[in-house]
Antibody, heavy 120, light 107 residues
Framework: EVRLVESGGGLVQPGESLRLSCAAS????????MSWVRQAPGKGLEWVAN????????HFVDSVKGRFTISRDNAKNSLYLQMYSLRAEDMAVYYC?????????????WGKGTTVTVSS | DIQMTQSPSTLSASVGDIVTITCRAS??????LAWYQQKPGKAPKLLIY???GLESGVPSRFSGRGSGTQFTLTISSLQPDDFATYYC?????????FGQGTKVEIK
């Protein structure tokens, strides 16, 4: 079964850091671009970042550039999102998603999400 | 960044209705347009890619059309399982951007 499981969410204060992880199984992780997408409470979807199969290329939404980094460990079938200087507007459910091979740029497998709460 | 605007924001419909959701891009995205379905508390699900390509396992009552800047998602005969929020997404350029969503409610 193709599966993505996020972890690492929690409650942090503004300005603090957090590292999210995503464990992949059931497919050849190293063959896929991977993405993070977030959803603030009661709001729509926002694409956050993605990373190429070998980690050599990545892209970010402007609102997190310089504060978030994305990385992967293909040997561990894992994707990461390191978040620094967290703000109230970063509070959201963070989904890990696999970029489709059929339609690169779309996301065909999603995890259930991990919740990040930023509050003092 | 390319802005994606969906209309309507909310739609009330009955089982069996034909439902159409519109998505407009702030500039041409060629055919790089996808649609997702999301139910409360669940992750999104890819329905359609490249305007009209049906993702594996998605019922044929879902269809997409359009080009350039204007696109539509149509559900030909609304089923109880289709009450959800739908999002369009462009993947013509970075950052990938989504529409604000259209909630399909029971009338």
């Amino acid at each position: 079964e193709v599966r993505l499981v996020e972890s690492g969410g929690g409650l942090v204060q503004p300005g603090e850091s957090l590292r999210l992880s995503c464990a992949a199984s059931g497919f050849t992780f190293s063959s896929y671009w991977m993405s993070w997408v977030r959803q603030a409470p009661g709001k729509g979807l926002e694409w956050v970042a993605n990373i190429k199969q070998d980690g050599s290329e990545n892209h970010f939404v402007d609102s997190v550039k310089g504060r978030f980094t994305i990385s992967r460990d293909n040997a561990k079938n894992s994707l990461y999102l390191q978040m620094y200087s967290l703000r109230a507007e970063d509070m959201a459910v963070y989904y890990c998603a696999r970029d489709s091979l059929t339609a690169p740029g779309t996301m065909d497998v999603w995890g259930k999400g991990t919740t990040v709460t930023v509050s003092s | 960044d390319i802005q994606m605007t969906q209309s309507p924001s909310t739609l009330s419909a009955s089982v069996g209705d034909i439902v159409t959701i519109t998505c407009r891009a702030s500039q041409s995205i060629n055919s790089w347009l996808a649609w997702y379905q999301q139910k409360p508390g669940k992750a999104p699900k890819l329905l359609i890619y490249k305007v009209s390509g049906l993702e594996s396992g998605v019922p044929s009552r879902f269809s997409g059309r359009g080009s350039g800047t204007q696109f539509t998602l149509t559900i030909s005969s609304l089923q109880p399982d289709d009450f959800a929020t739908y999002y369009c997404q462009q993947y013509n350029s970075y950052p990938r951007t989504f529409g604000q969503g259209t909630k399909v409610e029971i009338k």
